[in-house]
């Protein structure tokens, strides 16, 4: 069933701490929210009719946000918090004592000590960054690094660290009035459940469909929040079928390509090449 209408998909806005007084307010998107997503497709393109867009905060420049708002979408920040990649222009911010090993499969990429001070010094400033520029939320990439194990990241890196790194991540994007995302990490809701959806606003995930997980991410919708999905593809044109935008209950029908069952009912997916 499409719950992405126009009416249904509106954007809620919430108190971050209603009883403090003087409490920052930031963004909440609903379940079925239509969303597009773009990190290396400069200049960016508003050309699609969204509800939100999320772009590398690296590549949003000053008025790039205020486009997106122009065009009435809410405008998400891509960061990367959980490695470094040596094309950022703050790379050498990180001392050499939090840079861990290669990213597999991403030469350009290091995982970082997440339990650091200085690597939070960075994500502060970064934040800080993001919420001058109008970003709305802020989509927090690699979270699940504790995963991979102490031998391919190079730190021995817990759960536990990853769960404190959220709350960390969460507090501080809500202090600047910003919403955020899970990004994957869908390991960490099975076990801790209402604490990290908690947490955050939405989530964002790659491939749920493809990797049988999203039924991992129910928990969002159930809650309130949305889910962004980007299923993969190489057939048709990056952005997928129709008007680039279609929710994953309707993927069977819109693009043959995929057969949907009941668990991505409500999330919102868009098809990437």
Not at 34 to 57: C, F, G, R
Request: charged share 15%; with cysteine.
């Amino acid at each position: 069933m499409l719950a992405a209408t126009a009416a249904a998909a509106a954007a809620v806005v919430v108190a971050a701490a209603s009883s403090v007084p003087g409490a920052l307010a930031y963004w909440q998107p609903a379940p079925g929210t239509t969303w597009e997503w773009q990190l290396s497709d400069q200049p960016y393109n508003y050309s699609m009719t969204v509800d939100a867009i999320d772009l590398d905060l690296d590549g949003l420049g000053n008025d790039a946000a205020a486009t997106g708002h122009g065009k009435g979408m809410k405008v998400i920040c891509y960061i990367n918090v959980g490695s470094i990649e040596s094309s950022r222009s703050d790379a050498s911010s990180f001392p050499a004592s939090v840079v861990g090993n290669e990213y597999p499969g991403w030469p350009d990429e290091k995982f970082l000590d997440i339990r650091a001070q200085a690597v939070r010094d960075v994500m502060t400033t970064r934040f800080t960054t993001a919420a001058g520029q109008g970003c709305d939320a802020i989509e927090p990439d690699n979270t699940d690094s504790y995963t991979n194990g102490a031998d391919v990241v190079g730190f021995d890196l817990t759960e536990d660290d990853a769960v404190n790194y959220l709350t960390f991540l969460s507090g501080l994007a809500h202090g600047l009035g910003m919403g955020i995302g899970l990004k994957n990490n869908g390991d960490l809701i099975d076990s801790r459940g209402s604490a990290i959806v908690d947490l955050h606003e939405f989530a964002v995930v790659e491939q749920c469909y493809g990797n049988s997980n999203c039924g991992q991410y129910k928990p969002f919708v159930e809650a309130g929040k949305a889910v962004f999905d980007a299923e993969y593809t190489d057939a048709g044109s990056s952005g997928g079928c129709g008007d680039g935008t279609v929710t994953l209950s309707q993927m069977a029908t819109v693009c043959a390509a995929f057969a949907l069952g009941t668990d991505g009912e409500g999330m919102s997916a868009i098809i990437k090449t």
